[in-house]
C-alpha cells in the first residue's frame, strides 16, 4: 500500500513539473522579435613573430595569461646586435668629424679664392687705370714733339727743346708700354685666381661625400637600434595568450611564431542560424550576449557578419536531426571593456529583429 502511494505521488510530482514547463511556455512564449542562439566565444588571433633572429633568452607570458599592449612577452639574445649598433654609432661618430672636417676646408677654400680673385680683380682695376693714364700722358707728349718739331723747323725753338720733347715722347710711350704690361699681367693673375673656384668645387664634392657618409652611418644606426629594440617581443593588443611556441633556448629566425593572441577588443559570438531566420538579419543589428559566469549581467553586441554561403551545422552540434540543417554563420560582435568575456565561453546571444521589443534573458 505505501508503494502504490508513493508511485502514485512521484507521477502527480512529474505530472505536475511538466504542466508548469507547459504552461509556463504557453502563457509566457519566447518573443518573434527576438532571435535566440547559442555558440561560444572567439575573437580575432594575432601571431606574435620576431623580426630578428637570435636565441630566445626568456619567456615572461605562458598559455592563458592576459597580456596588455606593449607589454613584454619574451627576450631574444641581443650581444651581438648590440655590439653591431656600438661599431655603427662609432662610424657615425668618425663620419660626423669628418663631414665637420671637410665643412671647415671648403669654408676656408671658399674665403681664400674670394680674396684671391677680389685681390686680383682690384690690382687689374688699378692697372687699367694706370694704362689709360699712361696713355693719356704718351698722347700729349707725342703731340709736344711733333709741335716742337714743327717749331724747329722754322726755328722757332732751338735744338735742345726739341731733343727735350723727344725724350719726353719716347719715356712717355716707354711708361705705357711697361703699364700695358702690367695689366696682361694683373688679368691673368686674375684668370689664375678664377681658376681657382675649381678647387672650392672640389673642396664642395669633398664635403657632399662625407655628408653622404653621415647619412649612411645614421641609417646603419637606426636600423641597429631598430634591431635591438625587436630583441624586445611585446604583444601589439590587450588579449589573452593562446598558444605558446617559444622555450628558453630556442634559435628563431624571422616570422618563427613565439605566441598566438586573441584579441580581447575584438571577440565575438560565432552563431548558427537556420537558413529561414537569415533573411531577418542585416549588419549592425542589435544584440546582447548572455553567459552563466555572470548572471546578472548582459553585454552589448551587434551583427559584425553574416556569412553568404549556408552549411550544415557543425558536427560538435549534439544531435544528428539538428547537424543535417543548413545554416549560416554569424558573429555577433562584443563590447568587451573590462574584459569580462574570455575566448572559449558558452554564451547564448540574443537579436533583436524589431527596435522596441523588450530584452528578454534565456532561461
Given at each position: 500500500?505505501?508503494?502504490?502511494?508513493?508511485?502514485?505521488?512521484?507521477v502527480l510530482?512529474v505530472?505536475?513539473?511538466?504542466?508548469?514547463?507547459?504552461?509556463?511556455?504557453?502563457?509566457?512564449?519566447?518573443?518573434?522579435?527576438?532571435?535566440?542562439?547559442?555558440?561560444?566565444?572567439?575573437?580575432d588571433e594575432?601571431?606574435?613573430?620576431?623580426?630578428?633572429?637570435?636565441q630566445?633568452v626568456?619567456?615572461?607570458?605562458?598559455?592563458?595569461?592576459?597580456?596588455?599592449?606593449g607589454?613584454?612577452?619574451?627576450?631574444?639574445s641581443?650581444?651581438?646586435?648590440?655590439?653591431?649598433?656600438?661599431?655603427?654609432?662609432?662610424?657615425?661618430?668618425?663620419?660626423?668629424?669628418?663631414?665637420?672636417?671637410?665643412e671647415?676646408?671648403?669654408?676656408?677654400?671658399?674665403?681664400?679664392v674670394q680674396?684671391?680673385i677680389?685681390?686680383?680683380?682690384?690690382?687689374?682695376?688699378a692697372?687699367?687705370?694706370?694704362?689709360e693714364?699712361?696713355?693719356a700722358?704718351?698722347?700729349r707728349h707725342?703731340?709736344?714733339?711733333?709741335r716742337?718739331?714743327?717749331l724747329?723747323?722754322?726755328r722757332?725753338?732751338?735744338?735742345?727743346?726739341?731733343?727735350?720733347?723727344l725724350?719726353?715722347?719716347?719715356?712717355?710711350?716707354?711708361?705705357?708700354?711697361?703699364r700695358g704690361?702690367?695689366?696682361?699681367?694683373?688679368?691673368?693673375?686674375?684668370?689664375?685666381a678664377?681658376?681657382?673656384?675649381?678647387?672650392v668645387?672640389?673642396?664642395?664634392?669633398?664635403?657632399?661625400?662625407?655628408?653622404?657618409e653621415?647619412?649612411?652611418?645614421r641609417?646603419?644606426v637606426?636600423?641597429?637600434?631598430?634591431?635591438?629594440?625587436?630583441?624586445?617581443?611585446?604583444?601589439?593588443i590587450?588579449?589573452?595568450v593562446l598558444?605558446r611556441?617559444?622555450?628558453?633556448?630556442?634559435?628563431?629566425?624571422?616570422?618563427t611564431?613565439l605566441?598566438?593572441?586573441v584579441?580581447?577588443?575584438?571577440?565575438?559570438?560565432?552563431?548558427?542560424?537556420h537558413?529561414t531566420?537569415?533573411?531577418?538579419l542585416?549588419?549592425?543589428?542589435e544584440?546582447?550576449?548572455?553567459v552563466?559566469?555572470?548572471p546578472?549581467?548582459?553585454?552589448?553586441?551587434?551583427v559584425?557578419?553574416v556569412?553568404?554561403?549556408?552549411e550544415?551545422?557543425?558536427?560538435?552540434?549534439?544531435?544528428?536531426e539538428?547537424?543535417?540543417?543548413?545554416?549560416?554563420?554569424?558573429?555577433?560582435?562584443?563590447?568587451?571593456?573590462?574584459g569580462y568575456?574570455?575566448?572559449?565561453?558558452?554564451a547564448?546571444?540574443?537579436?533583436?529583429?524589431k527596435?522596441?521589443?523588450?530584452?528578454?534573458?534565456?532561461?
Amino acid at each position: 500500500m505505501l508503494r502504490k502511494i508513493l508511485f502514485a505521488s512521484l507521477v502527480l510530482i512529474v505530472v505536475a513539473a511538466l504542466g508548469w514547463s507547459v504552461g509556463g511556455r504557453f502563457l509566457n512564449p519566447w518573443p518573434d522579435d527576438l532571435l535566440l542562439a547559442s555558440g561560444r566565444m572567439e575573437g580575432d588571433e594575432a601571431v606574435i613573430a620576431p623580426k630578428v633572429a637570435g636565441q630566445v633568452v626568456k619567456i615572461l607570458k605562458d598559455k592563458g595569461e592576459a597580456v596588455a599592449p606593449g607589454e613584454l612577452l619574451a627576450l631574444i639574445s641581443s650581444e651581438q646586435i648590440a655590439a653591431r649598433l656600438k661599431a655603427a654609432q662609432e662610424q657615425e661618430e668618425s663620419a660626423a668629424k669628418r663631414l665637420a672636417q671637410a665643412e671647415i676646408d671648403l669654408d676656408y677654400t671658399r674665403g681664400q679664392v674670394q680674396a684671391s680673385i677680389d685681390a686680383a680683380q682690384a690690382q687689374a682695376g688699378a692697372a687699367a687705370a694706370q694704362v689709360e693714364e699712361a696713355r693719356a700722358e704718351a698722347v700729349r707728349h707725342e703731340k709736344d714733339y711733333r709741335r716742337y718739331q714743327a717749331l724747329f723747323t722754322r726755328r722757332v725753338v732751338s735744338r735742345q727743346m726739341l731733343d727735350q720733347a723727344l725724350a719726353n715722347h719716347q719715356a712717355a710711350a716707354a711708361n705705357l708700354a711697361a703699364r700695358g704690361k702690367r695689366l696682361q699681367e694683373a688679368r691673368a693673375q686674375l684668370a689664375q685666381a678664377r681658376l681657382l673656384t675649381k678647387t672650392v668645387e672640389a673642396k664642395e664634392a669633398v664635403r657632399q661625400a662625407a655628408f653622404a657618409e653621415l647619412q649612411a652611418a645614421r641609417a646603419m644606426v637606426q636600423e641597429a637600434a631598430a634591431n635591438l629594440t625587436d630583441t624586445r617581443i611585446t604583444s601589439p593588443i590587450r588579449g589573452v595568450v593562446l598558444t605558446r611556441e617559444a622555450e628558453p633556448g630556442l634559435v628563431v629566425t624571422p616570422g618563427t611564431p613565439l605566441f598566438t593572441i586573441v584579441d580581447l577588443d575584438r571577440l565575438y559570438l560565432k552563431v548558427f542560424i537556420h537558413q529561414t531566420k537569415i533573411g531577418l538579419l542585416r549588419l549592425g543589428q542589435e544584440a546582447r550576449l548572455y553567459v552563466d559566469a555572470y548572471p546578472d549581467r548582459h553585454f552589448e553586441a551587434a551583427v559584425s557578419r553574416v556569412s553568404q554561403r549556408a552549411e550544415f551545422t557543425p558536427k560538435y552540434v549534439e544531435t544528428r536531426e539538428e547537424r543535417v540543417k543548413l545554416v549560416f554563420a554569424v558573429e555577433l560582435r562584443a563590447v568587451n571593456p573590462e574584459g569580462y568575456l574570455k575566448p572559449g565561453m558558452p554564451a547564448d546571444g540574443v537579436i533583436r529583429l524589431k527596435e522596441g521589443v523588450p530584452w528578454r534573458r534565456p532561461r
